[in-house]
């Protein structure tokens, strides 16, 4: 090893700990420890931008009782979200895409298509509250900072052997989606999904949901998935059966929760 790569991969070593070490936070309920190194101010304007362009490019539902019915549960969940500060906005699109997503600073959109398996309000506050728990546990922000680290190591790397590298900006296009279909973030991994689903059922029994329709809808989304056609939902938010029982298992928490509030 010559001693420029040497030198390289100790500044390397060096910036990762620095890295580590300004970057740390903690997700909400489950205090995980997370690497975020990206401010949540640009993760909002992001969420802003991308929300913006999938509503320009899919029109609103013209249902006004779907409408009305994810305003209402979306006010509920975004009341004890603790995030006061973000400027929440909740709409209907006009799609039969069985998907929903939300964006940092609190942009959430649901599909016409995933109404009737959500089967009652208690049931879209499942899925409004699992992906309104992505942005407050910034999700996207951790899975930009993960990308960010691997492309620093990357660049190293073509600085000592001089092979090209992609722009900055395709790794941030990358970890938030942009310009895919439909601007919604991309997959979470594993990890980040059942935390989600922690943090989703707190808060939908927080805000008066009952929390023993969380298990309920995914079940009822099984069997979806094994008809003829996989829903949208599900091929950005993989589940199986362990899901239904980690969601039982923390069942009783949940409900101490619940009845506190009914």
């Not at 998907?99 to 609190?106: D, H, I, R, T, Y």
């Not at 059922?201 to 008809?227: C, I, Q, T």
Request: aromatic residues 6%; charged residues 25%; glycine residues 6%.
């Amino acid at each position: 090893m010559t001693l420029h790569r040497r030198q390289a991969l100790k500044v390397l070593a060096a910036s990762s700990l620095g890295i580590a070490a300004c970057g740390c936070h903690s997700a909400p309920i489950t205090g995980r420890k997370q690497l975020i190194m990206m401010p949540e101010n640009q993760e909002i304007a992001l969420g802003v931008q991308a929300y913006q362009e999938t509503l320009s490019a899919e029109p609103e539902s013209q249902d006004p009782k779907i409408r009305e019915m994810v305003a209402r549960v979306g006010e509920r969940i975004a009341a004890v979200a603790g995030r006061d500060d973000f400027q929440w906005e909740f709409k209907a699109i006009a799609s039969p895409q069985q998907n929903a997503f939300c964006l940092p600073g609190g942009k959430v959109a649901v599909y016409e298509g995933i109404i009737p398996i959500c089967e009652s309000e208690d049931g879209l506050a499942v899925v409004m509250s699992h992906e309104v728990a992505h942005a407050l546990a910034r999700h996207g922000g951790e899975r930009m900072s993960h990308s960010s680290i691997a492309q620093n190591v990357k660049n190293m790397t073509s600085a000592i052997t001089q092979q090209k590298v992609p722009e900055k900006h395709e790794l941030l296009m990358q970890a938030y989606g942009l310009g895919s279909q439909y601007l919604v973030l991309m997959p979470y991994n594993r990890k980040q999904e059942s935390e989600a689903d922690h943090i989703g059922l707190m808060l939908m029994a927080k805000a008066g949901f009952d929390p023993r329709e969380a298990p309920k809808f995914w079940n009822r989304f099984s069997l979806v998935k094994d008809g003829d056609s996989t829903p949208e939902f599900f091929s950005t938010h993989p589940s199986d059966e362990r899901r239904s029982s980690e969601l039982l298992a923390l069942m009783d928490e949940a409900m101490v929760v619940y009845n506190a509030k009914v």
